[in-house]
């Protein structure tokens, strides 16, 4: 199965793949779709459906970019924005001899 064989997950629409799938793609993956996000899902506490508990496996949909622009305006889509942690300081060192206290 394709992505591309996916249709939007919220109208319905076919999408079209941005190019074509290479004799190299791996299974369980294809050429995105042009005009679409795809969206994967890993399961969560709570859900009544799926909760694998496993990281080898996860549920993908897809939805059109109009759908996803129309959902935004309605405030249903969440971005996130991974934090990097800073580098470690680095800076040289140098001895000072141990004074005993008094
Ligand atoms: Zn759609």
Same mark, same amino acid.
């Given at each position: 199965?394709?992505?591309?064989?996916?249709?939007?997950?919220?109208?319905?629409?076919?999408?079209?793949?941005?190019?074509?799938?290479? +004799? !190299? /793609? &791996? @299974? =369980? +993956? !294809? /050429? &995105? @779709? =042009?005009?679409?996000?795809?969206?994967?899902?890993?399961?969560?506490?709570?859900?009544?459906?799926?909760?694998?508990?496993?990281?080898?496996?996860?549920?993908?949909?897809?939805?059109?970019?109009?759908?996803?622009?129309?959902?935004?305006?309605?405030?249903?889509?969440?971005?996130?924005?991974?934090?990097?942690?800073?580098?470690?300081?680095?800076?040289?060192?140098?001895?000072?001899?141990?004074?005993?206290?008094?």
């Amino acid at each position: 199965m394709r992505y591309c064989d996916l249709a939007c997950i919220r109208c319905g629409k076919a999408l079209t793949p941005c190019g074509p799938d290479f +004799a !190299s /793609t &791996p @299974p =369980g +993956a !294809s /050429t &995105p @779709p =042009g005009d679409a996000l795809i969206f994967m899902a890993r399961g969560n506490y709570g859900s009544t459906i799926y909760d694998p508990q496993s990281e080898m496996e996860y549920l993908i949909v897809v939805i059109c970019d109009p759908c996803v622009v129309a959902q935004a305006a309605g405030g249903n889509v969440m971005r996130v924005q991974k934090r990097v942690a800073p580098p470690p300081r680095q800076e040289p060192w140098t001895h000072t001899p141990y004074e005993e206290p008094e």
